[in-house]
């Protein structure tokens, strides 16, 4: 193996590892849905946001949801919903 065979692979090597570095870069820069972005040109609102949580206890939490311009109140706990509390509950 001459010594330009060894600088070769060593700047292959090189190449190939800043090739990663910058793909980590890019996806840390603009996120795993930067392709989901690019095909969806127009901006849906959204019609469901959390507004705020509560833990209540590792197994359960009050959550406030607006859907449509309309507050609920969730309790959820063990993965299912427990009860959805009244308008007039607030």
Same mark, same amino acid.
């Not at 090189?14 to 870069?25: E, F, N, P, S, W």
């Not at 890019?26 to 127009?42: I, M, V």
């Given at each position: 193996?001459h010594?330009? *065979?060894?600088?070769q692979?060593?700047?292959?090597?090189?190449?190939?590892?800043?090739?990663?570095?910058?793909?980590?870069?890019?996806? /840390?820069?603009?996120?795993?849905d930067?392709?989901?972005r690019?095909?969806s040109?127009?901006?849906?609102?959204r019609?469901?946001?959390?507004?705020?949580?509560?833990?209540? *206890?590792?197994? /359960?939490?009050?959550?406030?949801? *607006?859907? *449509?311009?309309?507050?609920?109140?969730?309790l959820?706990?063990?993965?299912?919903?427990?009860?959805?509390?009244?308008?007039d509950?607030r």
């Amino acid at each position: 193996m001459h010594f330009s *065979d060894f600088l070769q692979a060593i700047f292959a090597l090189a190449v190939t590892l800043g090739l990663i570095g910058a793909a980590a870069v890019a996806l /840390r820069r603009y996120g795993p849905d930067a392709l989901a972005r690019f095909g969806s040109p127009q901006k849906r609102e959204r019609r469901l946001k959390v507004v705020e949580t509560l833990v209540l *206890d590792p197994a /359960r939490r009050l959550v406030i949801v *607006d859907c *449509d311009g309309k507050e609920r109140l969730l309790l959820l706990g063990e993965g299912r919903l427990m009860a959805e509390l009244p308008k007039d509950a607030r």
